[in-house]
């Protein structure tokens, strides 16, 4: 008799749990930083939600290292963010 691990293993991991329908499209901001009153007002939060990623080509400016002044591949992130919508102000 063999192990559940290699007969049933797990499918994905437990980061995605529970699998369900999301209650709402917009997401929520579950904190914001400390209020600091001698601080001008500004702006704290702004929603953005991940669109997918891509890569850019672009030259390494890192003086010592062997990539220096050539050109590197990169991962990026596409944020798709919405009209701007104020949901908090410090100051």
Excluded: C, Q, W
């Amino acid at each position: 008799m063999s192990h559940r691990k290699f007969e049933a293993p797990r499918h994905g991991h437990m980061g995605f749990r529970p699998r369900k329908r999301a209650v709402a499209h917009r997401g929520h901001i579950r904190s914001f930083p400390k209020d600091d009153a001698a601080n001008e007002p500004h702006l704290t939060a702004f929603s953005g939600y991940k669109a997918g990623m891509s890569h850019v080509v672009r030259d390494m400016d890192r003086p010592g290292s062997k990539l220096h002044k050539k050109e590197v591949a990169e991962a990026v992130t596409v944020i798709e963010v919405p009209p701007i919508r104020v949901v908090g102000l410090v100051g």
